[in-house]
């Protein structure tokens, strides 16, 4: 079993930055795959980065790649993404979700355990 607690999300300006955390419990945190999905309202949950247990092999959708850093510090249980250039259409509510042997990073089904997410608001 997995809880997963999201924070850092808030209110920011157009180009502006923030970070997201994702605290986890349990003591197998190491060996799952994690991702960061969002959701604005009226439209459907999507992949936004994903990281292996390792570390070693990153995914990014490709409307964020290069503004978005995904990140994991598996001594403290917790995963990070650090959200740069942020634009309105970043706006949503921002959803860890930890995955024990996923073979598509990007499908949300393939999750196990979720956040109850953070909303993230970006003003123009």
């Known amino acids: 079993q997995v809880q997963l607690v999201e924070s850092g999300g808030g209110l920011v300006q157009d180009g502006g930055s923030l970070r997201l955390s994702c605290a986890a419990s349990?003591?197998?945190?190491?060996?799952?795959?994690m991702g960061w999905f969002r959701q604005a309202p009226g439209k459907e949950r999507e992949f936004v980065a994903a990281?292996?247990?390792?570390?070693?092999?990153?995914s990014y959708t490709d409307s964020v790649k290069g503004r978005f850093t995904i990140s994991r510090d598996n001594a403290k249980n917790t995963v990070y993404l650090q959200m740069n250039s942020l634009r309105p259409e970043d706006t949503a509510v921002y959803y860890c979700?930890?995955?024990?042997?996923?073979?598509?990073?990007?499908?949300?089904?393939?999750?196990?355990?979720w956040g109850q997410g953070t909303q993230v608001t970006v003003s123009s």
């Open positions: 979700a930890a995955a024990n042997v996923p073979t598509n990073y990007r499908m949300h089904s393939q999750y196990d355990y």
């Open positions: 990281i292996s247990w390792t570390g070693g092999a990153i």
């Open positions: 349990g003591r197998t945190f190491s060996r799952y795959a």
